[in-house]
């Protein structure tokens, strides 16, 4: 679950996280927040390690205290061919707040479904980004076990 006021922008590789591709986003990023009055602030390594990449940032001094959303989840829930769908959830106090599907045509490389947020689109982005990059050169050192 990410903070959903952060807007990624570009992978953060060197964040120190030990399993990056577990992050909710399916790697560290970099970015700029966007909770109001703080809009374009570029969080420091720490504060992204802590906060912006996990959600529930209720020691970061940017993040609204009345009635903000704490945490976005994803999941893929379809990945063929030719689409990948993602689960999206909105979290507050721990509850869910809200959910949608977006839908991605690989073969127009574009969402067929919008969304009117533009900080969770573009968190969906990214992971996205981060399932494609992990499905187009699986490690089959990290796979389950298949034994019964």
Not at 33 to 40: M, S, T
Not at 98 to 111: N, V
Not at 141 to 147: D, F, I, K, R
Request: glycine share 10%.
């Amino acid at each position: 679950m990410a903070c959903p006021f952060f807007m990624p922008t570009s992978r953060f590789d060197d964040g120190g996280w030990i399993h990056p591709s577990r992050l909710p986003l399916g790697a560290g990023w970099k970015g700029h927040c966007c909770a109001p009055g703080h809009e374009g602030v570029e969080p420091e390594a720490d504060e992204l390690r802590e906060w912006c990449n996990m959600g529930y940032a209720s020691g970061c001094g940017r993040r609204p205290k009345e009635n903000s959303n704490d945490a976005v989840r994803f999941a893929v829930t379809r990945d063929s061919a030719s689409q990948v769908n993602i689960l999206y959830s909105i979290e507050t106090a721990h509850l869910p707040a809200g959910h949608g599907t977006l839908e991605y045509d690989l073969a127009g490389q574009r969402f067929t479904t919008s969304l009117a947020d533009a900080r969770i689109l573009k968190m969906a982005e990214c992971f996205l980004q981060s399932h494609l990059a992990r499905r187009a050169s699986p490690n089959p050192g990290n796979s389950p076990s298949t034994s019964s």
